[in-house]
């Protein structure tokens, strides 16, 4: 069933046509007007075939089909012959039934789509999107049997993951070489990961409530905001109508973090579905495995629970939900522990306890003979509350978000010309203390957008859109989008965007990893919005090579900044510099990926990634600390018919990189200026029964870490200390293991 | 010469009755292997069948025609037999040559699969 938000997002929703379960929509029926002729396009397999084009032979008059696969198409000629086609499966013509709804089923093309190539792959690129995006999949997800979102990139080639420091244990991602802070980070198109969870909250979304991950590189749709700079990640959770009746999942690891999840859906009658997800984890050992008194991983426990509604109908669909969450981390010098006091305690302590609760909904108001036509309202509400300590510094912040998106989505004429608009309304109150200073600030913001999609064909399509945003703190926000594809031959598409992107820093929260050293915070002026511009593309193409297609994938991605908050690490080691960009600061990324499958069961992935960031640090143009210059990504996945047995394999090499300035140290303190490369190898095996699966894995299989990452670790309150020069992995080789239960759902 | 070739035909024919329109496992390379008629419909049907009869113990290989909706597996004869794989299909609600599928298992089916839903379908091919 579709949601409201696919009805809304056409364009979102046509990549993730693998996904969707159909079962309940092959089978619909509705009668046709005279001259009117629709039905349903279906791949062998009576999967609907989203975005198939449905041509009036000798006209220029066609339909794409919706997410559904359903199309309707007002004839010229009532005799008229209907050319259907879509990527990756042979044409048809045939005579159009007006008396009926038509079931036309396509053949796929063997010689472009191997049935390897399908079944294999969990990670693929929509070839008819105009934007360039990834889809990472439940199975790619299940490769790295991954506790939470920042650890869903694992296999992914396009996002990088990193430690931010040697004490709190948080990851960070990374896309075109830039802070994860650039990205927007959506869940089912509602901003999401951002304001005071900007730093921790990927930890915040379980693994196994993810149902795929869209990975968009470059500037993204004006729909949901301002704020994608370099890239958009959209998180789709599992869904009401669709999930298993019963998923249950126990992980355990051998530094002793344990987690349960279990997911529940079911229908509550013909219309309304239903779906509780849980997630708790609890860690309390002390793993200490470089000896330098300090926990290499911060004790934790978490509590997260979300119960969330679906009403599907022809004309409303309604859903919401609400989700609490409770995390707690505690680290530091050993002995240091959840209850205890940051402030007098004798050991340094690093303390975070969050606390949140949202409601979240959408409302799609469709037209269903018109399905190329809606409204769709989507809002949410969020109250967080973080308790946090570094050392003997108190960290408190609160932030309370409102936020609500109207969408009007239609055509022009013909399915053709189609557009989106919209307005948002945003409200974000942040109430913020740190050591002795506190802030407050009070953001509304009202924005409006339109964006219009040219899709002449299925070779060529054109997005171009803009919004505004008339923020009371910061004036007008204005953000032109503009995307474009042009397929070369079924083999080859070409992908160009182009965009400005904006985002009000949270400078404590955001770089809060640094908070763990004996820098003095200054923030020199009032942080000003950041603002890019971010232009790339991208060429995916296909060669054959023996029996099976090499899929290789360019992009090359440039963002320059109008401005950005600087966090300045080189001017002295005692201090953290907060203060507006003066001067330059740019990135350029490049990364080629290729995919292979070498035979029906193995499929090999690699990738290799350049970049060069550069900002203005202390009035000199340099490279921006902790990133690698040079990257490379290796995939090996071993995969039986519906993975009975999985085996899979992950290669990261990292590139030097820069490390802040530590030259005003004391010699013995003082650290190399930049990091040496190293290799980090996962891996997992896993066994699937006709009830779920059991794993085994390891992360870090080699064991590498960091030496010494921490900066004079036997004084931590003495001048000295730092525990945010971090470039590598801190814990050593970790195995783990785990169950899954599924109960599936009944089809009916 | 004759004679030998009507004896032939003859215990053939009586073979061939006495397996009742059941075909008999035949050795192969990896195991033993055998053509199971079904009562499969559609693509999803095979998906549903080849998806369960993977996970059966002692299954090497499973593959549905649609169109004969006959699935041919291969298996090892110490760890299954016919017969079982045979009521492992009914248990995903499907005939399989003689065996009866289960009507509990057939109701839970997606529309498509069942009986006379794919009669009013365009196919172009």
New interface residues.
Partial sequence: MPTVNDFLFITEAIMKFKLILI??T??LSYTSKAQVVSGMVAD???EPLIGATVLELGTQNGAVTDINGRFQLTLVDKSSKLVVSFTGFKS?T?AA?LS?L????L?ESLEELGEVTVTASATFMDQLESKHVEIITEAELNKAACCNLSESFETNASVDVSFTDAVSGAKTIRMLGLDGRYVQINRENLPHIRGLIGRYGLGYVPGTWIQSIDVGKGSGTVVNGYESMTGQLNVELKKPETSETLYLNGYVNSFGRMEVNANHARNLSDKWSTAFLFHGDYFASEVDNNNDGFMDLPKSRQFNLMNRYKRTGEKVMMQMGLQVMRDEKAGGQLGFGFGDDFQTSSEYGFLNQTTRVEVFGKTGLLFPHKPYKGWGFIYSGSYTDIDAGFGRNEYTGTEKTGYLNAIYQNIIGNSFHQYKAGASFLIDDFEESYADSAFTRQEVVPGLYYEYSYLPSDKFSLIAAGRVDFHNLYGNFYSPRLHTRYQFSDKTSIRMAAGRGYRVANPIVERSNILVSSRQLIVQEAPEPEVSWNLGGSLVTNFTLGDEDLNLVFDYFYTHFENQLIYDMDQSSNNLFIYNLNGDSYAHSFQVEGKYALSQFVEIKAAYKFYDVRTTIAGRLQEVPFVSRDRFFLNASYA???D?WKADLTIHWYGSKRLPNTNDKPMELQREAESPDYFHINTQVSR???WGSIYLGSENLLGFTQDDPIIDPDNPFGENFDASIVWGPIVGRMVYAGIRYKIKR??? | MKTLRIILIAVLAIGYSQTFGQSEPIKVAQGYKIDIKTSAV???CK?AI???L??EKGEK?ATLDVPSKVVTVVYNPKKTDADKIRKRITKVGYHADNFERDSVAYE?????CKDG?HE??????
């Fill in positions: 079962i309940s092959i089978c062998q397999k009576h048809d045939l039934d009926k038509m079931h036309i089923k053949q039986t018919k519906y009975k699937g029964y006709r009944a089809n009916n | 559609c693509s999803m998906e080849e998806y369960d993977a996970f290989s839970k089916l997606p529309f498509c839903t009013d379908e365009h196919d172009p091919h």
